[in-house]
């Protein structure tokens, strides 16, 4: 009766280790600049099951593609860091030559990280589609989690729970005035808990305060220039609120405030210009800002780190004959600051990849990839003001695709 059932388990078990070397503070008097070393392991093992009930039905014009669910999980995440120690009169390096060879010592530090975490979720969610005649459809849904964590300090044997139950809603309309072009508005609610990205962030001072949340709307229009090329544009506006501050007034005291917002446009276009050419391509224009003052240097109206006014990319695919083709792709990200308190600028950057596909048989294709074919010299992204991460240089990979 239109009633489909579906159900997805997942087991994963992940080994992350990551280590780094990175500039401090800068001695003008004798040209120096002192230098610090990390690295962290992560050891993470998820369970997960989620299960989907989803019915169909209509009467007349009017019709429903209801969907109701639940969701299961439990992680575990184990964190062990250490400090890099230099040897005495090594910890620094010439601004003109900043490079050693000496191997520091690796053990932990009086804050560094050995914890264990539990994370538990348990979540419902409903939502319903409606299609009203060929040019209306409405999407409503609602979705709760229980999310729980516990996090357990080795060094000192420190408990701290979090245990948070939050809905979050979302709505949307799609009016199509014609087939080719549908124009659309939505809205949705998300939180993240104290338990933080990598559900390590808990402590004395926030483990008690309710999650951040994100609101997102955005309204968009698509339009099927042809039936295999697609344009698309979007305005949005996100805001993150119950940021988490030091209460000025008290400094052993956390403060809840809306904290920040970011707005942006996006244009794209993909698909076939011709039966030979493909492209794939976008534009973003992003704006960001603290709404309110979140330390002393973390001012409100700085700039949202890692968020660029500009961006945009273009890849493009021509086929000369079904077993050759060629790609050319380019890339672009204007500057970005590395933190919130605007102090250090991560210069943009634009970078060309190149392609090349054989076909020897429709069972076996040939692909040679160079990314960064200019060799450019940029920089991805950033931690924090020291700790920023360079772009690899020119790079080749080729692959076979085998298909049977």
Not at 26 to 52: C, K, S
Not at 68 to 91: D, K, L
Request: proline share 4%; charged share 20%; net charge neutral.
């Amino acid at each position: 009766s239109g009633l489909q059932v579906r159900n997805h388990l997942r087991l994963a078990d992940y080994a992350k280790f990551y280590q780094n070397v990175f500039p401090g503070a800068v001695d003008a008097a004798t040209g120096t600049v002192a230098i610090a070393a990390y690295n962290n392991a992560t050891d993470r093992r998820n369970l997960f099951n989620q299960t989907d009930l989803v019915w169909q039905a209509g009467t007349g014009a009017v019709r429903h593609t209801l969907l109701a669910g639940a969701e299961f999980g439990r992680q575990v995440t184990e964190n062990f860091r250490m400090s890099g120690y230099f040897p005495a009169g090594t910890n620094h390096v010439s601004l003109a030559n900043p490079t050693t060879e000496v191997v520091p010592e690796f053990r932990q530090s009086a804050t560094d990280a050995d914890n264990r975490g539990v994370a538990r979720v348990a979540a419902l969610y409903v939502q319903d589609q409606i299609d009203v005649g060929e040019h209306w459809q409405f999407v409503a849904g609602l979705r709760y989690d229980s999310f729980r964590a516990d996090l357990r300090n080795h060094r000192n044997g420190e408990l701290f729970r979090s245990d948070d139950g939050m809905f979050s809603p979302r709505a949307g309309v799609v009016y199509k005035p014609v087939d080719a072009v549908s124009l659309y508005a939505s809205y949705s609610q998300a939180f993240q808990p104290r338990a933080g990205e990598q559900l390590a962030s808990l402590n004395a001072s926030n483990a008690a305060l309710e999650p951040e949340t994100f609101r997102n709307r955005e309204i968009g229009a698509k339009w099927d220039i042809r039936p295999d090329l697609q344009a698309s544009i979007a305005a949005y506006r996100l805001d993150r609120g119950n940021v988490a501050i030091v209460d000025p007034a008290d400094s052993t005291r956390m403060l809840l405030v809306d904290g920040q917002q970011a707005e942006g446009v996006e244009l794209s276009l993909a698909g076939r210009v011709t039966d030979a050419w493909q492209l794939m391509g976008g534009y973003a224009y992003q704006t960001g800002e603290l709404t309110a003052s979140q330390s002393a240097t973390a001012l409100q109206g700085n700039r949202l780190a890692q968020l660029p006014r500009h961006s945009a990319s273009l890849w493009n695919r021509y086929d000369f004959s079904r077993a050759f083709g060629v790609g050319l792709g380019i890339i672009h990200r204007g500057e970005i600051f590395a933190n919130v308190d605007n102090q250090v600028t991560v210069p943009g950057f634009t970078r060309f990849d190149a392609a090349v596909y054989w076909t020897l048989n429709p069972s076996v294709q040939l692909q040679l990839n160079v990314e960064n074919l200019g060799n450019a010299r940029y920089f991805t992204s950033a931690h924090s003001n020291t700790n920023i991460t360079p772009g690899a240089p020119r790079s080749a990979w080729l692959s076979v695709n085998l298909r049977y």
